[in-house]
Structure formats: structure tokens, C-alpha cells
């Protein structure tokens, strides 16, 4: 069983960026798709970005297309959601995942494991 562990968050100005951060532990990343899911208050966790296991094909939320960037480091065990041009409609909860399924059109199916997420609040 993998662990997931976020970092990276914190409060931020409208505009600015921020690099949030999962490490794995207890197997290797290299074989899994990744993503990063986000839940605001009163609101369903929602899918921001996600990256197949090869690294070579990755998808986004219109919402977030042309700001945000996945990456991953397999040799580090870490997976990377890069943030710039912030808003404050960004705040929330940025929770890292795994799941058995991805698709460049809809991103990811069957979430396996959930990191207990990092808190991002972009103030206006």
C-alpha cells in the first residue's frame, strides 16, 4: 500500500504561485497515475490535473489550463502541481491521489489512494 504525503501549501496573494508538493512511500511511484484533486467549503472534491504513469501525457481542468503544471520525478518519488497566477477561487484543500485509470479526455478513474491534502488560500 502507497502513502501519499502533500506539502507545499500556504496562503498567497491573487497572482502569485505556489508548488505543491507528494512524496510516496511504501512503493514506488514510477508505475501509477497520479493526480491532484482540490475541495473547496461547501463544495465536491473536484479533479484540477492529472499525469499518466509515463509522464507523457497529462490532463487539466479548463479551469485551471494554462496556469497550473503536473510533473513528476520518479526517481524522487514525487509528483508536482506547479500553481501561478493564483486566485482566489483557487482556495482549497489540494489533495494528491493514485488511480488505476487515466484518459487525456477526463483525466482519472478509480482513485486507490488519497494523501490527507494540503490547504492553498489565495487571498484577493
Known amino acids: 500500500q502507497v502513502q501519499l504525503v502533500e506539502s507545499g501549501g500556504g496562503l498567497v496573494q491573487a497572482g502569485g504561485s505556489l508548488r505543491l508538493s507528494c512524496v510516496a512511500s511504501g512503493r514506488t511511484l514510477s508505475s501509477y497515475n497520479m493526480g491532484w484533486f482540490r475541495q473547496a467549503p461547501g463544495k465536491e472534491r473536484a479533479l484540477v490535473a492529472a499525469i499518466v504513469w509515463t509522464a507523457d501525457s497529462t490532463y487539466y481542468a479548463d479551469s485551471v489550463r494554462g496556469r497550473f503544471t503536473i510533473s513528476r520525478d520518479n526517481a524522487k518519488n514525487t509528483v508536482y502541481l506547479q500553481m501561478s497566477s493564483l486566485k482566489p477561487e483557487d482556495t482549497a484543500v489540494y489533495h494528491c491521489?493514485?488511480?488505476?485509470?487515466?484518459?487525456?479526455?477526463?483525466?482519472?478513474?478509480?482513485?486507490?489512494?488519497w494523501g490527507q491534502g494540503t490547504q492553498v488560500t489565495v487571498s484577493s
Open positions: 491521489a493514485q488511480a488505476a485509470e487515466f484518459d487525456p479526455s477526463y483525466g482519472l478513474k478509480y482513485v486507490r489512494t
